[in-house]
């Protein structure tokens, strides 16, 4: 018997519980891989708190998107895997558990030197940025504005626009420049004043903004330094994009993401775990509890925690 998280109503951390699951053996198609770190995402405590629409719960709800461990059987039809391969889980469902059952499109080789928590870190915050990126086509002529460099996807979008070539101011606190910094970024302190320092820093111009906080001032400074708005994007205000004529990637957008966005979405993990390998790319890793911690995680998530917080089944 295996155990997952799962919920029964939506509301605050408390409602995670540990369930005993049975893992069927994988079908067509389909892997399974025993799970030796899950990636802790926002998109999960907005979906237990009801923050994020979801359909109405009729049955223990499972969460997790994100993971990493290492294949325990492999089912009819998939090519390039044995048992004992280490590998990085991404946009499944249900990985917050000991075992998962899950189709091969989810899984990417992870390399030896890429750890199970590290792997786990990628799927979410690593995708989205790198398809942000992709969609705004940021190359080596364009200053970039990142609201919240300091956060998971804030880091990669630096790292992944830094290796198209691009100039990135962030905001953060005070208490994160350095890691900013570190990434390859100017940072500069969230608040009212982002607009003048923004000036001071870049007379050159900024030539796109990605906002990842979601604050109506976050919002406006992009409107007033980035003239073409097509080049501004929320990834959590989705819902208001349109109105304001920028545009967004999810996050509570009714416009679903393209094919193209997806394919970008699935190629940022193989491209981020060979950069990781080379010692090219870095992922923070912030506290590590056990699975059954589950609870515990999110609190930590809700509060504020520095680095991507990792479960250990
Ligand atoms: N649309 C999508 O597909 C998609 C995908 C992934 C994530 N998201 C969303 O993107 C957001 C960021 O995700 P994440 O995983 O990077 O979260 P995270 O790792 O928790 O980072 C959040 C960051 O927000 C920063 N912050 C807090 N208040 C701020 C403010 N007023 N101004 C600027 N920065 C502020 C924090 O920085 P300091 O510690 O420096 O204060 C922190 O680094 C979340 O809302 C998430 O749900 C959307």
Not at 136 to 146: E, K, N, P, Q
Request: proline residues 6%; aromatic residues 4%; negative net charge.
């Amino acid at each position: 018997m295996s155990t997952a998280i799962a919920y029964s109503e939506f509301g605050s951390a408390d409602v995670l519980s540990q369930i005993d699951i049975a893992v069927a053996a994988p079908a067509h198609g389909e892997v399974a891989v025993r799970v030796e770190a899950v990636g802790v995402n926002p998109l999960d405590a907005k979906l237990r708190s009801g923050k994020r629409v979801s359909p109405p719960i009729t049955e223990p709800r499972r969460l997790g998107s994100d993971g990493a461990g290492v294949v325990t059987a492999v089912g009819d039809g998939v090519e390039g895997y044995r048992v004992g391969d280490p590998v990085i889980v991404f946009g499944a469902a249900g990985v917050y558990a000991s075992d998962i059952v899950v189709g091969a499109a989810h899984v990417v080789r992870r390399p030896e030197n890429v750890s199970a928590a590290v792997g786990a870190a990628l799927g979410i915050p690593i995708g989205t940025a790198y398809q942000t990126v992709r969609s705004l086509a940021i190359g080596s002529d364009d200053t970039v504005l990142v609201h919240a460099g300091s956060g998971s996807v804030g880091q990669a979008v630096i790292q992944f626009a830094r290796l198209f070539g691009a100039t990135v101011l962030a905001t953060t606190s005070d208490r994160r420049a350095d890691r900013v910094r570190e990434l390859g970024a100017t940072p500069l302190p969230y608040g009212p004043a982002v607009e003048d320092r923004v000036r001071e820093l870049a007379p050159q111009g900024v030539t796109v903004a990605i906002d990842l906080v979601g604050t109506d001032e976050a919002l406006a400074q992009s409107i007033a330094i980035v003239a073409d708005k097509s080049r501004i994007a929320t990834l959590v205000r989705g819902a208001d994009a349109a109105g304001l004529g920028i545009r967004a990637f999810s996050g509570g957008n009714p416009v679903p993401l393209t094919a193209q966005e997806l394919a970008w979405r699935a190629e940022a993990i193989p491209v981020a775990a060979a950069l990781i390998a080379a010692g090219a790319f870095s992922v923070e890793l912030g506290p590590q509890l056990p699975l059954a911690e589950a609870a515990e995680a999110h609190r930590l998530l809700e509060a504020g925690t520095d680095g991507k917080i990792v479960l250990l089944p």
